[in-house]
Structures are given as C-alpha cells and as structure tokens.
C-alpha cells in the first residue's frame, strides 16, 4: 500500500504547493510593476496593476501565467 504522503510530492517540480498569489507577490515585492511590465510584457501589469487583477488575467492565460513562472523560477534559483 502507497503511502499517500508520498504520492503526492513532486520533487523535481519548484512549483508544486506554490500558489500563484505568493508568485506574484514576490515577484512585485521583488521587481515592482513597472519592471515586471519590462520582463513580461502584459497589461494587467502595465494599467493600473494590481494583484486581484493580475491573478483574475493569469489563471486565463495559460501562456501569460508560464512566463510569470518562468520569471519566479529564475528569481528563486538564480539562473
């Protein structure tokens, strides 16, 4: 028998438990808006940015969220 813990981790996946709003968050806190404007070219961080607004646009858009987690993933390893 599995132990139930244990099927659920993913070792090799920096995002596993990670939710978005701590992405963003972070990456804001880090970088501010106007540079993750420059880094990731979308709206939602470019007009009137804000976390409930930005979130509300990224879990809509698969190709927008995978560049804000390609950007967290860089911060957090330093590659």
């Not at 806190?29 to 501010?32: M, N, S, V």
């Not at 404007?37 to 070219?41: F, S, Y």
């Given at each position: 028998m599995e132990n139930q813990n244990n099927s659920n981790r993913q070792p090799n996946n920096p995002l596993h438990g990670v939710k978005l709003v701590d992405i963003l968050t972070l990456l804001e806190?880090?970088?501010?808006w106007d540079e993750l404007?420059?880094?990731?070219?979308i709206n939602c961080f470019k007009?009137?940015?804000s976390i409930k607004s930005s979130l509300k646009f990224l879990r809509r858009t698969p190709w927008a969220r995978d560049k804000v987690e390609q950007l967290y993933l860089k911060l957090i390893t330093g590659k």
């Open positions: 806190e880090h970088y501010g404007a420059n880094r990731i070219n007009k009137d940015p």
